[in-house]
C-alpha cells in the first residue's frame, strides 16, 4: 500500500511541475491528496467484520495455546512398578525395584472405605472399584515423583501412570475424587487438577452430586440424601426380589466383579454374593464382567 501511495505522488508531482512550475507547492498538494485517499481506504479497509474477525482469531489462538499449557504429557523420568494391592481410591501398594512400597496418590482425595476410625462414607466404594478397574493386581504401572517422596506415615507419594493416562488425573475426571492437600513442594499438577476438578463439579458427577457432601476439609455423609436410597428400597423391583440373580465374585486377582444371567461365564460362577440389581452390585464396589 505505502509503495502504490509513494508512487502516486511521484507520478502527481511530475503533472504539477509541468502545470505550475512551483516544485514544493505541486509535490505539497500532490502528497496531501494522495495521502488522504491512502487513510481512507486503509479506514475501509479495516471494517467492524474485520475487526471482529480479527479479534475472534487472536481469542482462539490464546484458548489453544492455554489449552495446550494445561495438557498433562507423560513425563520421562519415572519408576516401572507393578500393582500387588489396591487399598482404596487413592492408595494403591505396588512392588517397586523389588521393594513392596504403599502409594498414596498426590492432590486427590477419595471418600473412605478402610478408614480405622471413620465409617465408609458415599462414593467411596465406587472409588476403590475404579481403582481395581484401572490398577488392577499385577498390573504394570509408572511411577512419577514430585518434590518430596515420602509422607508422616512414610507412604511414597507419587502420580500413577497407567499407559499413557494419569490416574489421579481420571479419578478426578469421574467424579470420585476431590483435589485436597496441596502442600509444597508437591504442587507440580494443582492447577491443572483444580481445572478437572471443576469440570467434573459443573456436569455434577459422582461426588459432586450431592449439595454439601464435599468441601475444603472433606466428606460430609450426613449431606448426602437418602431419597435416592429409599425410592430403591420402595420400588417394586426391590421389594419383589425374593430370589437374586446376580453373582458377584472376587477374582484371583482381587477384583469384584458381578455377573448377570446373560453373561457368558454366569453358569460357571460361583456366587459369593447375591444381589436384586446392578445397581446394587455397583453400590457394593463390583464391577459388570466384560463377558
Not at 490464546?62 to 507393578?82: G, L, M, R, V, W
Not at 523389588?98 to 465406587?126: A, C, F, M, N, S
Not at 455377573?259 to 459388570?288: I, L, N, V
Request: aromatic share 8%.
Amino acid at each position: 500500500m505505502l509503495l502504490i501511495c509513494l508512487h502516486k505522488i511521484a507520478h502527481m508531482n511530475v503533472h504539477f511541475r509541468l502545470s505550475f512550475g512551483n516544485r514544493f507547492t505541486s509535490f505539497f498538494i500532490a502528497a496531501l491528496l494522495i495521502l488522504t485517499g491512502c487513510a481512507e481506504k486503509s479506514t475501509i479497509d479495516q471494517t467492524p467484520e474485520t475487526k471482529q474477525s480479527m479479534q475472534e482469531e487472536i481469542q482462539d489462538e490464546q484458548t489453544a495455546n492455554s489449552s495446550a499449557d494445561k495438557q498433562i504429557s507423560h513425563p520421562e523420568d519415572t519408576i516401572s512398578a507393578t500393582v500387588t494391592e489396591v487399598v482404596d481410591g487413592d492408595t494403591i501398594k505396588v512392588n517397586m525395584e523389588g521393594t513392596e512400597e504403599t502409594i498414596r496418590l498426590l492432590l486427590i482425595d477419595t471418600p473412605e472405605t478402610v478408614h480405622p476410625t471413620e465409617p465408609e462414607q458415599p462414593y467411596g466404594k465406587e472409588a476403590s472399584a475404579f481403582a481395581k478397574e484401572h490398577l488392577s493386581v499385577n498390573k504394570e504401572v509408572e511411577i512419577e515423583i514430585d518434590t518430596s517422596i515420602r509422607d508422616n506415615y512414610d507412604r511414597f507419594l507419587a502420580y500413577v501412570w497407567v499407559e499413557d493416562e494419569m490416574y489421579n488425573k481420571m479419578i478426578l475426571e469421574e467424579g470420585l475424587a476431590r483435589v485436597a492437600y496441596i502442600i509444597e513442594p508437591n504442587t507440580r499438577y494443582a492447577d491443572e487438577f483444580r481445572d478437572i476438578e471443576e469440570e467434573a463439579k459443573e456436569k455434577e458427577k459422582g461426588i459432586w452430586s450431592e449439595d454439601g457432601y464435599v468441601t475444603d476439609e472433606g466428606f460430609h455423609p450426613d449431606a448426602v440424601s437418602n431419597s435416592a436410597e429409599r425410592n430403591k428400597e420402595n420400588s417394586p423391583e426391590h421389594r419383589d426380589c425374593e430370589n437374586p440373580h446376580i453373582k458377584g465374585n472376587h477374582s484371583s486377582n482381587g477384583d469384584l466383579i458381578y455377573h448377570t444371567p446373560d453373561g457368558q461365564y454366569y453358569d460357571q460362577t460361583k456366587a459369593e454374593e447375591m444381589f436384586c440389581t446392578e445397581q446394587e452390585a455397583q453400590e457394593s464396589g463390583y464391577r459388570k464382567s466384560q463377558r
